[in-house]
């Protein structure tokens, strides 16, 4: 394995087209480019060249570095690593926490005409009367945190029967391969590490849960 | 800038899927993971915490990691190097060196029909009856060896008058915008600094060129 600083400087040669010519490089500009010391730099140009990651050519001009096989398979094994960490088209989002009771107030939510016809339309949930709420653990917090990248769905607000209903955003997840959707109020601030589900199961129930059970939630981008 | 050997901790903790979720990770599996010692590994934690770039949380069976948004915008800095590095769809060899006299049997060989008749059809070549004879500076075989790894249009050999030709293969270039390619006998060790090409053009004489003249080689994947 090459060592990490080296690949460092790899990388910045491969950077300035190294790969497909021999580019001008001096241990200078190398330097410069890597916050680096000339000497140091000077040390991993040797380094490189000693593990045949680069050859090496004077001119009258100064110094040409160009990468070799070996030092251009070395960065594909890198690519292919990021690539890995990047492209899994399946991303998958799992948050672990434990069921908690709500106030109860997202069973009238739930109910009103205005927001369940767009869960229905919108999220394909025609939803349990109630909402499955999860107090997330620590370690799921900095996951859940992410989520806010993704693509929400979002609840309109309305006014009905002069009462003014607030939007909000929803996203589609699933709890042991049952469809549901976290559901977030716009006008709050809300705490970071509880979230509140819709489905159109009663969870409680077909989950077999009650307050203090593990619960995982999974969201698949 | 992340350093790079924290970064090496970091990549290892997103494949195994620390972007996502929170994964169990300790310092003795992490030192296994980068064949580092176990103290060196619980040190690039803790300097990873430190940088923001993880999150660490104690569960009852161990130490879950989360990699950070921080920590994946390192990540997909790397990611886009590397993406540069590799992506860049026309990729443009340079090879510079010298023109030299050939030993003047490429003359012969071009005009024979055989060949002749498949440099017109798989290169759209008709090639003048003549080689252009490149000695590759040092600096310049790298390159030259890469070139290995490019789709090569097969010459095919063939039997005329009793007499057997052998195979080539070819590939397209330029030199100062004029169409060419190189050609490599298939019969023999061919040196690695000479070029063999064909042109359309009578080179020596539309280039300007004489031996010992500097001539640039363009293939362009």
């Known amino acids: 394995m090459i060592a990490p600083d080296d690949l460092v400087c790899l990388k910045a040669i491969a950077l300035l087209g190294g790969l497909s010519s021999a580019v001008s490089v001096s241990s200078q500009s190398l330097a410069q480019e890597l916050s680096i010391s000339p000497q140091t730099a000077s040390r991993r140009l040797i380094s490189l060249e000693n593990t045949h990651m680069i050859s090496r050519t004077m001119r009258g001009d100064?110094?040409?570095?160009?990468?070799t096989q070996t030092?251009?398979?070395n960065l594909r094994v890198e690519y292919a690593a990021y690539r890995r960490i990047f492209e899994t088209h399946d991303r998958h989002y799992i948050l672990e926490g434990e069921l908690i009771s709500g106030l109860g107030e997202g069973r009238y939510?739930?109910?009103v005409e205005g927001y369940a016809s767009q869960f229905s339309d919108k999220l394909g949930i025609t939803p349990y009367p109630g909402t499955f709420n999860v107090k997330l653990s620590p370690s799921a917090i900095e996951t859940r945190r992410k989520l806010d990248a993704m693509e929400w769905i979002e609840i309109e607000?309305?006014?009905d029967h002069d009462r003014t209903f607030g939007g909000a955003r929803a996203l589609k997840c699933s709890i042991n391969g049952y469809t549901c959707a976290i559901l977030i109020p716009g006008r709050t601030h809300y705490p970071e590490d509880i979230v509140e589900l819709i489905s159109a199961e009663h969870l409680r129930d077909v989950l077999g849960t009650e307050d203090g059970s593990a619960v995982i939630?999974?969201?698949?981008r």
Chains 1, 2 share one sequence.
């Open 217 to 220: 939630i999974e969201v698949t």
């Open 62 to 67: 100064g110094q040409y570095v160009t990468v």
């Open 109 to 111: 939510y739930v109910s």
């Open 71 to 73: 030092g251009e398979e």
């Open 157 to 159: 607000g309305f006014t």
